[in-house]
């Protein structure tokens, strides 16, 4: 696939950076240049600040069903042009195309059409003195607010931000990786043919010390929703504080799974593949840190190496490859230097532990073997590590609070996973971890109402359903007294 340049969505149109300067974007299963992305700065910005200053009176005043049917009108384009938009993720970040095909793209259009739905919701709430007054309460929009977004799901996680901000009357800057810019830039021509509003959407390319800086410094941005790594997070917190502009974080993960052995051992077995590895082990949720009961410690480990060695890291135009490249050759450098570290501090390799060499248009690119190890306590460097890549490390336990305490000895604490068959230990064991998500005997099971967010080092606020709604508005109660 030969592509144009990427240009920046400014006020209904696809614009080159005003500097004229430009980034490479890489596919990372061949290590070859796909295309440049603008490299754009604070003049950018200001155009895009002052187009969307212009369409926050006509966004603001349209009735929110009208601003629902933008959505829905997005969603119908994207699902339209999906076939396009996977080939253009699946270049982009190296995960296989069977992936992009059957989840990046549909969630994305799920996004656009789940907040649309929203638009019905029952937004105020009356607070009755009954001979004294009566409040209520409104729902406003905040201005002009910034959607920054990661590599690891592009489009899915660009758009699970873009889509409440804008049905609560938000003009939006928002920035996609400079990692895995395509589908963001393919959505800027979605809009442009759905007719959205010019400045109603601005999408701003470029690297994140630079226009991302600029924006989260900007005076007019009155909210950052940012997803990314926990260092960024906190630089942006402290940013945000100096304006005390509104922040939502959703930054990384260490996640513990606890498996029981009275568990559902087919099912876990299967389902812990899947969140350990699934999109390479980049995914915020994925399970690093496996707990086992000792009794099934010896058929858990046979069974889950085994399981693993049969997964097919390959070619992500190739159907039936399950692992494909990770993004980008910096992210590989940082993964194996995480492995060489775990050996120096007495890791066993039980899989993987190297590269995999993928021969034909593959060979210069970027992939790492599912690698499982052991002896590792959870206070070493590696089990208090996120990586964020194909590593799971498998610790022993021999009761049920040791396993929580376990789980629990964490910086981060987005989501963990407790597989067992025995419903009181279930809820026992789910109220005492200390994760903004906890799953019993699922993964990933997702209902897009939920609050979505971590505790600790994972984050701060919640995104999904009314909580993403109530981030992207202010509240005003008014008292009306008799
Ligand atoms: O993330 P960054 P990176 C973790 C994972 C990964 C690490 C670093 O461990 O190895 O984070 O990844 C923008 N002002 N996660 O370096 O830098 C940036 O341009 C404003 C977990 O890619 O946090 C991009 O759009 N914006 C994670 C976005 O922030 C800035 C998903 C994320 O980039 C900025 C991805 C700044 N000063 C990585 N600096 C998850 N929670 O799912 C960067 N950005």
């Known amino acids: 696939m030969s592509l144009k340049s990427i240009a920046n969505y400014i006020n209904g149109e696809r614009l080159p950076p005003i500097a004229n300067d430009y980034l490479d974007t890489i596919n990372p299963a061949t290590n070859e240049k796909i295309t440049t992305l603008p490299n754009s700065n604070k003049y950018d910005l200001d155009l895009a600040i002052n ?172 909210a950052i929703s940012f997803t990314g790594g926990t260092e960024t997070g906190k630089h942006i917190a402290q940013s945000a504080a100096k304006d005390l502009k509104k922040v939502s974080l959703e930054l990384g993960g260490k996640n513990a799974s606890i498996i029981f052995a009275d568990c559902d051992f087919e099912k876990m077995l299967a389902t812990t593949i899947k969140s350990s590895f699934s999109n390479q082990g980049q995914i915020c949720l994925c399970t690093s840190r496996l707990y086992i009961e000792n009794s099934i410690y010896e058929q858990f480990k046979n069974s889950f190496v085994a399981a693993a060695a049969d997964l097919i890291v390959g070619d992500p135009y190739n159907q039936e490859t399950t692992q494909g490249a990770v993004v980008s050759e910096l992210h590989y450098n940082k993964i194996l230097s995480h492995i060489e570290q775990a050996k120096a501090e007495g890791a066993v390799v039980l899989l993987g532990g190297e590269v995999k060499k993928v021969p034909g248009r593959c060979k210069h690119g970027f992939f790492v073997k599912p690698t499982i190890l052991e002896n590792l306590k959870t206070d070493s460097k590696t089990n208090q590590t996120e990586i964020f890549g194909p590593v799971v490390s498998l610790i022993p336990f021999n009761s049920e609070n040791e396993a929580i305490v376990e789980a629990n000895n964490s910086t981060y604490g987005l989501c963990s996973v407790v597989w067992t068959q025995d419903i009181n230990r279930a809820h026992r064991v789910s109220r005492k971890l200390d994760t903004g998500i906890v799953w019993v005997n699922q993964w990933m099971l997702r209902d897009l109402r939920t609050p979505f967010g971590g505790q600790k080092h994972s984050g701060v606020g919640r995104e999904g359903g009314k909580y993403a709604l109530e981030f992207f508005s202010e509240t005003t109660n008014i008292c009306i007294g008799f």
């Not at 009108?73 to 069977?98: F, R, S, V």
């Not at 907040?115 to 009566?134: P, R």
């Not at 758009?159 to 938000?170: D, E, H, R, S």
Request: aromatic residues 8%; glycine residues 4%; hydrophobic residues 45%.
């Open 51 to 222: 187009a969307a200053k212009k369409a926050i009176p006509i966004w603001q005043a349209m009735p929110m069903s009208e601003r629902a049917s933008y959505l829905l009108a997005i969603a119908k384009l994207i699902k339209k042009h999906k076939d396009t938009l996977a080939e253009l993720e699946c270049i982009d970040t190296g995960k296989p195309l069977q992936t992009t095909q059957s989840v990046d793209i549909p969630r994305a259009a799920e996004n656009f059409e789940f907040f649309a739905k929203c638009a019905n919701s029952d937004f105020s709430k009356v607070y009755d003195m009954q001979d004294k007054g009566i409040n209520f309460t409104q729902q406003k929009s905040l201005g002009i607010v910034a959607c920054i977004s990661p590599w690891n799901l592009p489009l899915y996680l660009f758009t699970w931000k873009i889509a409440p901000a804008l049905l609560m009357g938000n003009c939006v800057i928002a920035k996609p990786s400079e990692v895995t810019p395509l589908t963001a830039d393919y959505l800027a021509k979605l809009c442009i043919e759905a007719d959205l509003p010019a400045g109603v959407l601005n999408i701003l390319h470029g690297k994140g010390n630079k226009i991302g800086q600029a924006i989260i410094e900007h005076k007019d941005i009155k």
